[in-house]
């Protein structure tokens, strides 16, 4: 038998994620992180726990998400060689977790944040979501 590779697992954690399979999911990716974080791929271990946070977002548990984006976004942050397209999708939901749970005084400059992300990489619909939450923030207030 076999072990599966991190790349494996992700894609096993993919398909278990589309079947609604969310704690599969979860087992998955979380393997995949810690064969990256063994691996010293800071990088690719924060895309994999960015992915379960999003998961426990899909079910309202804050609680679970909230240190996943944290440690997500340190990393991220932390990393001269971070794509921006990965910050901006783990600012988004972190934005909205604050927006969730009633943070919205920290939620609008982290919509803001993932809008000037999205807009330097010219990706439309990003900046409209993130516009739509900034401008209902806006009106809330």
């Not at 927006?99 to 999205?118: F, I, K, V």
């Amino acid at each position: 038998m076999t072990v599966p590779t991190a790349a494996e697992l992700i894609a096993d954690g993919k398909k278990a994620r589309a079947q609604n399979r969310l704690e599969d999911a979860r087992r998955l990716y979380n393997e995949a992180a810690r064969l990256f974080l063994a691996d010293k791929d800071s990088l690719t271990y924060a895309h994999a726990i960015r992915h379960v946070a999003d998961m426990y977002l899909d079910e309202s548990n804050y609680s679970a998400a909230r240190p996943l984006y944290e440690e997500a976004l340190q990393l991220y942050r932390s990393n001269l060689n971070t794509r921006l397209l990965d910050l901006a999708n783990t600012v988004r939901p972190y934005a909205l977790l604050h927006e969730m749970t009633g943070d919205m005084t920290s939620a609008r400059p982290l919509w803001q944040e993932a809008r000037n992300l999205y807009a330097s990489l010219r990706i439309e619909a990003g900046m409209e979501e993130c516009d739509r939450h900034i401008a209902n923030l806006t009106l809330t207030s």
